[in-house]
């Protein structure tokens, strides 16, 4: 009776924690927060797969309320390197994730922010944390916010109850305004064309300032999920 006892108590601890850590990670700046228990990564190579000792993982997101949000900023020798160098969003979701990762090392358990590269598919890891669901686009689309968000993750070896997976749901339908609105035409034919829109954001960058850029958000900005509720400057 002890024993069930215990571990009843540790079930509500936990499930404590889990509230925490979402009031935590909105009150400090992100828009949406999902759990995924790993084992729901086994499709992907090791590379792209939380680490062997976490549990869970933990995704962020952030609202691009105004398309500056996604500013990306650079040193000056961006153009020798051949790209900008961070976003300013990202930063914004770095630091809250380094923030929960403290709060749960101070609960007692292991947590670090997952690595970019390889890393973690952040877009997938939304999907399997709850979040949305890949769209034409190929961008992970939320019903707050559509795909108009930007993501971050950590992993943790706290056993956090996961959220549910949508599946079978599909805001696309028969919507078409990505696909038609992509510059690159790199939406074409049902599937995404990666080197298609990486060359054209590079080569079309949006210069701000001397040291901050913008690339183009097409698919994005015309996609009308989560609008209806939040007003977009690229609406204007």
């Known amino acids: 009776m002890e024993k069930r006892g215990l571990h009843v108590s540790k079930v509500t601890a936990l499930d404590h924690l889990k509230r925490l850590i979402q009031e935590k990670a909105i009150k400090w700046g992100a828009d949406l927060v999902g759990f995924a228990d790993i084992s ?77 590269e390889p890393g973690l598919y952040l877009k997938e890891a939304g999907v399997l944390a709850g979040l949305g669901v890949i769209g034409k686009n190929n961008l992970l689309i939320t019903k707050a916010y559509g795909p108009r968000i930007r993501l971050r993750a950590l992993n943790t070896d706290a056993l956090l109850e996961p959220d549910l997976i949508h599946q079978g749901l599909n805001y696309c339908h028969n919507c078409r305004k990505c696909i038609d609105a992509c510059p690159a035409n790199a939406l074409d034919g049902g599937a995404y064309n990666k080197e298609a829109c990486r060359s054209y954001c590079e080569d ?30 690229g609406d204007e």
């Not at 210069?207 to 400057?233: N, R």
Request: charge should be positive; charged fraction near 25%; proline fraction near 7%.
């Open 40 to 116: 729901r990564f086994t499709r992907y190579h090791i590379d792209h797969r939380p680490p062997n000792k976490a549990k869970t993982t933990i995704v962020l997101a952030l609202w691009i309320e105004d398309p500056i949000l996604d500013l990306w900023l650079h040193p000056p020798s961006w153009k020798v390197q051949g790209k900008p160098d961070r976003a300013f969003e990202d930063e914004v979701l770095r630091g809250v994730s380094l923030r929960l990762s403290l709060l749960l090392e101070r609960e007692g358990y292991w947590a670090n922010p997952a690595e970019y």
């Open 204 to 233: 079309h960058l949006k210069k701000v300032s001397e040291y901050s850029v913008l690339w183009c958000m097409a698919c994005s900005t015309v996609c009308p999920i989560g609008k209806s509720s939040h007003s977009q400057l």
